[in-house]
């Protein structure tokens, strides 16, 4: 039986196996299926749907999201939404955003009416920075806006993965079972192990049951948890004593 076409969640098998990579257009919706979406094999193994629009990936390293740009949070939005609209405009800093760059991302409501919700974004046109951007909804706002309101813009976390930074704050999302090329032209779209037995590349050497996180002096590698020390979330268990700068087995524990 294949081990490497994974099932959506609705039960379908995936016509991209986890070992292949699909390149898309310059509509950053251009994967074969929504970013982030979740699928599973027989063996209890579990990926999710990542873009990557920045240099090669290797195969068996740590990736996290993209860090989240400061010009994206706490944005004033426009007056006159009301409840069972399914576009808001908020007013962006100065950095440019492509066509759907944060569609399957999320618009997160900090302050004033609303404040406490989550909304999913459809897709959004071009914007060259410095001003308002109209970003459809998957689902209408249940209540009224109003020019007291703002927002936070994140993309989904599997959307233009990066390698892990060493020493550095991030969110780890997964690691590819294949080396995935540079994005910076074309967006190339694979699957992104988030759960399960894996090759892992590790800094040191943890036993056994040891927990092992992110956050080495080393990009991309993984080693030996050390507490909720900031920035060292935790990525797995060691399944025996490892190897150190080689790529060993490892039970990831990042998104189930």
Request: contains cysteine; proline residues 6%.
């Amino acid at each position: 039986m294949s081990r490497i076409h994974p099932y959506l969640t609705n039960g379908t098998k995936s016509d991209q196996s986890i070992w292949e990579v699909v390149e898309g257009g310059t509509d950053l919706s251009g994967g074969l299926y929504p970013v982030g979406t979740r699928a599973a094999l027989e063996d209890g193994r579990v990926f999710y749907y990542a873009r990557n629009r920045s240099t090669a990936l290797v195969a068996g390293v740590l990736l996290t999201a993209e860090l989240q740009t400061a010009e994206f949070v706490d944005l004033a939005t426009a007056d006159g939404v009301v409840a069972g609209d399914t576009t808001i405009t908020p007013t962006t800093g100065a950095t440019a955003i492509t066509v759907n760059e944060y569609a399957g991302g999320y618009v997160i409501v900090q302050d004033a009416t609303g404040e406490g919700k989550t909304y999913t974004i459809k897709s959004h046109p071009l914007i060259a920075g410095t001003s308002a951007v109209v970003l459809t909804l998957d689902d209408p706002v249940n209540v009224d806006f109003h020019n007291d309101v703002t927002i936070t813009m994140i993309k989904n976390l599997w959307a233009d993965v990066i390698i892990a930074p060493a020493a550095a704050a991030h969110i780890p999302v997964g690691v590819s079972n294949v080396a995935v090329p540079a994005g910076t032209t074309n967006p190339q779209w694979f699957w992104c192990q988030t759960w399960g037995m894996c090759s892992v590349w590790q800094d040191e050497t943890p036993t056994i049951g040891q927990l092992v996180g992110s956050g080495p002096d080393t990009a991309g590698q993984v080693g030996v948890w050390n507490g909720p020390v900031t920035p060292e979330p935790i990525v797995g268990v060691s399944t025996w004593t490892a190897v150190a700068a080689e790529y060993n087995a490892t039970v990831l524990m990042i998104a189930p």
